[in-house]
């Protein structure tokens, strides 16, 4: 595909390649690696289903907060990079999913 989503031309030398992807979808409970777990498995299912691209909710790893500004919330941020970043990686590579 060229930018814009448009079929690349004839004879540009680009090829196309077709990518499955797995949309994670998930409820969150209040145990943030309970919900690391849960991800993680329906990612390997995902893969087993043919997923080449697995995609993760905004804020997977615990439960969704931002209803309100609240400067109690920011202690829930994950870094990037950092180790469920780290952990995430390792996952992908063992299982070749981008």
């Known amino acids: 595909m060229s930018r814009g989503g448009r079929p690349a031309a004839e004879g ?4 196309k390649r077709s ?10 409970g209040p145990e943030r690696e309970a919900n690391l777990e849960r991800a993680f498995a329906l990612a390997r299912r995902a893969r087993g289903q043919g ?7 905004e804020i997977f790893s615990g ?3 931002c ?3 609240d400067p109690r919330h920011t202690a829930l941020a994950e870094p ?4 469920l970043c780290d952990r995430l990686a390792r996952r992908s590579a063992l299982r070749r999913v981008g």
């Open 67 to 69: 209803r309100e500004l």
């Open 12 to 15: 540009t030398g680009t090829a």
């Open 19 to 28: 990518v499955t992807l797995g949309l994670v979808q998930m409820a969150m």
């Open 63 to 65: 439960r969704f907060f």
């Open 80 to 83: 990037v990079p950092g180790p």
């Open 51 to 57: 997923a080449g691209l697995i995609v993760f909710p």
